[in-house]
């Protein structure tokens, strides 16, 4: 597996798993811890393309609630496949701007991430991404996200955009549809999560690729609150 096919694994990595994500689900929710708490997640991932060599992500992450309606988070990952290995460092968060009390909150998250591909560490790429989540019937609830991001040796801006459901419970599942305008076909996940007592959460999530080649990627992730 090339380089190339490394960093946009690990890009992966260091968006979709990221502290202030909630997985099971890979969309971002328009919601925000309580005044004074804080997540910190660790996710493991394997992922493979055809006729490629296989390789693994491992991201740790952590966010703490600013304000009411804000937080802030700092996440750190790693993707390997062969001899080829990038690290990655990322600074996010995202703001709830409203409409919690109705059922539909929206809101914006943002992000800055730097990279290492072996050639010592520089910008990789902005993000911003709005952000609407909405209360459906019967505990599930359903979330979309619409942003733009501009990576470093691209010439444009990419637009991508995610729709997510999520059930609620001890035990729950979710599912994702997310996409751009550099891809012909959607990409797909599903995952479930368990509850472990009050503030432990694990997660397992299946994602593949549209587009041919097809990357398929397995993750477990843990995540603690206090």
């Known amino acids: 597996m090339n380089a190339q096919c490394c960093i946009a694994a690990l890009a992966g990595a260091a968006f979709s798993l990221s502290a202030w994500a909630d997985r099971p689900l890979l969309s971002e929710t328009a919601d925000a811890p ?26 740790v992450g952590g966010a703490c609630a600013v304000g009411r309606a804000s937080e802030l988070g700092l996440a750190w990952a790693q993707a390997r496949s062969g001899s080829e290995k990038v690290r990655a460092l990322q600074i996010g968060g995202k703001t709830v701007l409203g409409g919690e009390e109705d059922g539909l909150a929206y809101g914006v998250a943002y992000a800055w991430t730097v990279a290492d591909a072996g050639d010592g560490w520089r910008h990789d790429q902005l993000s911003l991404t709005g952000l609407a989540s909405l209360a459906l019937p019967a505990g599930w609830r359903g979330h979309a996200n619409l942003g733009v991001q501009r990576a470093r040796g691209t010439p ?23 996409g751009d305008d550099r891809t012909r076909r959607p990409s797909y996940s599903a995952g479930i999560g368990a509850a472990l007592g009050e503030s432990t959460r694990l997660s397992l999530v299946w994602a593949t690729s549209g587009d041919r080649p097809r990357q398929r990627s397995t993750s477990v992730g843990l995540k603690h609150s206090f």
Request: proline share 2%; glycine share 12%; charged share 20%.
């Open 156 to 178: 444009r801006h990419t637009t991508g955009w995610s729709l997510g459901i999520e059930s609620s419970g001890t035990w729950w599942v979710a599912a994702d549809v997310f």
């Open 34 to 59: 309580g005044a004074g708490e804080c997540d910190v997640e660790a996710v493991v991932e394997r992922f493979r393309v055809p006729q490629s060599a296989s390789g693994r992500a491992w991201t």
